[in-house]
C-alpha cells in the first residue's frame, strides 16, 4: 500500500518536539511598550525590539491613519506597476539623509531587502564571505543568488583575512556580509577592520543595520556612523520594523547602487509596496528620533543600569558580550533556557528563551527600550536572582 506523501511532517515534527526546539506564538494583547498584556496577563516585556518605544507613539499612530485616508490600506501593486505614492519617495530620502547616503530604496521587509540586493549584486561566478552568524536573510540571500558562500569565524578579522586570501582570486567578484548588531547576541562586527579588508581584495561590503538603526551613532544612523564610517562606499541595510517601529525594510548607498537595484532586485520589481500606513509610520518615526535624541540617552542609561545590577548582583550568571540593548543570559542546556522562561513569564516578566538551531547555544535574550522605568529593571532582576 502506497504511503502518504506528508508522513514525514508528523516525523519531522515529532522529532523538533524531542530536541526541545518546537516553537508556538504567544499572543500580545495590547499596544506595544514596556508593559504589555500577553495571553490575557500583564507583564514586563522584554522581549520587544522596538528599541526607541516608538511602536505605541501617538505622533505614529496618527500619521499612519492619515495616509490611510489619503492613500488607503494597501499600495495594490509593485511599485513599477501601479503601487508608487510620494510617499514612498519621501521615506526614502528620509533614510538617505539619515545615513549620508546619496540614495535609499524601500522594500517590503528587511528580509526582502537582503534577499534582492544580494541575488543583484552576485551570482555563479562571484563569492560571498559571510560572519557564521549573519541573519538567516543573508544567508537565503546567498543561496538564492547561486554564488559560492564561504563563512568566516564570528566577529573574526584572522579568519576573513584567510578565507579572502585563500579564494578572492578565484572569482569575478566579491561581497563580504556582515550584522553590525547581532541579533541573538547583541554583539558588534569590527567594522572599520572589515572595510580595510575589503579594500585590500578588491571586495563590496553589504552590512545589515537591523537592530543598530535608530539606536546606535551620534543621530541613531546605525553602526557605520558609530564606528565614523560614513561616506564609505558601504552597501547598508536595514528594516523600519525594530527601532522605527514599522514596517519594511530599505538599502542605502550610492545613486548608482540604487538605480540599480531598481532594476536588478527581484524582491523589489515583484513584490507589492509598502503599504502607504507603514510607509507613513516609518517616516514618522525617523522624524521623531532624530527630534527626540533624548531617547537614545535613555535607552543606554537603562542598558548601563541592568548590566551593572547583573554584573553585581548575579555574577554566577553567563553574560554575553554586548554593545547594544541586547543582552543575553547563556545557560548550559535547552530545557534550563526553557525553564527560565517560563519561571520569568510566572513573575510578570517577558523574556522568552532562544533555543538551537536559531542560535548555538540556549540562552534568554533582553531586548531593552527607552521606555523602561527602574522599577521594570528591578523587578527583572530580582526575578533572575529567584531562577535557580
Known amino acids: 500500500m502506497q504511503s502518504n506523501p506528508y508522513d514525514w511532517i508528523d516525523e519531522s515534527l515529532a522529532t523538533i518536539h524531542k530536541a526541545d526546539w518546537y516553537r508556538s506564538v504567544q499572543t500580545i494583547q495590547s499596544i506595544p511598550g514596556a508593559v504589555v498584556k500577553l495571553d490575557g496577563r500583564e507583564v514586563i516585556n522584554f522581549a520587544s525590539n522596538d528599541y526607541l518605544g516608538l511602536a505605541g507613539d501617538e505622533r505614529l499612530i496618527q500619521a499612519a491613519i492619515n495616509a490611510t485616508n489619503k492613500y488607503g ?62 541573519h538567516s536573510s543573508l544567508k537565503n540571500g546567498a543561496i538564492l543568488s547561486g554564488a559560492t558562500a564561504i563563512n568566516y569565524s564570528h566577529n573574526n578579522i584572522e579568519d576573513l583575512h584567510k578565507k579572502l586570501e585563500q579564494h578572492r582570486q578565484k572569482y569575478r567578484r566579491c561581497l563580504i556580509t556582515t550584522d553590525s548588531i547581532f541579533s541573538m547576541d547583541g554583539d558588534l562586527c569590527p567594522l572599520p577592520e572589515i572595510l580595510a579588508m575589503a579594500n585590500s581584495y578588491n571586495a563590496m561590503v553589504l552590512v545589515d543595520e537591523a537592530h543598530a538603526t535608530g539606536v546606535l551613532g551620534k543621530t541613531g544612523a546605525g553602526c557605520v556612523e558609530h564606528f565614523g564610517c560614513t561616506g564609505n562606499p558601504i552597501i547598508q541595510v536595514g528594516t523600519l520594523s525594530k527601532a522605527l517601529a514599522s514596517l519594511g525594510g530599505y538599502v542605502a548607498g550610492s545613486s548608482i547602487l540604487i538605480d540599480f537595484l531598481r532594476n536588478r532586485a527581484p524582491s523589489w520589481i515583484y513584490t507589492t509596496a509598502l503599504s502607504p500606513p507603514d510607509t507613513a509610520a516609518a517616516l514618522a518615526a525617523i522624524q521623531t528620533s532624530q527630534e527626540q535624541p533624548q531617547r537614545r540617552t535613555q535607552l543606554y542609561n537603562n542598558v548601563n543600569l541592568l548590566r551593572e545590577a547583573l554584573k553585581n548582583n548575579l555574577p554566577h550568571l553567563k553574560l554575553l558580550p554586548s554593545e547594544s540593548p541586547i543582552l543575553c543570559l547563556e545557560f548550559p542546556t535547552t530545557k534550563d533556557a526553557i525553564n527560565a522562561g517560563k519561571k520569568l513569564k510566572d513573575t510578570g516578566i517577558f523574556a522568552p528563551a532562544i533555543r538551537p538551531p536559531t542560535v548555538p547555544t540556549s540562552r534568554i535574550r533582553i531586548s531593552i527600550m527607552a521606555t523602561h522605568k527602574l522599577a521594570h529593571i528591578q523587578q527583572l532582576v530580582e526575578a533572575l536572582e529567584n531562577i535557580d
Open 73 to 134: 490600506t494597501g499600495s495594490t501593486g509593485s511599485r513599477l506597476l501601479s503601487g508608487h505614492r510620494e510617499i514612498h519617495r519621501e521615506l526614502e530620502i528620509a533614510i538617505a539623509n539619515l545615513k549620508q547616503t546619496e540614495d535609499a530604496l524601500v522594500f517590503s521587509s528587511g528580509y526582502l531587502a537582503n534577499l534582492g540586493t544580494i541575488a543583484a549584486l552576485v551570482g555563479k561566478r562571484d563569492l560571498i564571505i559571510a560572519d557564521e552568524y549573519n
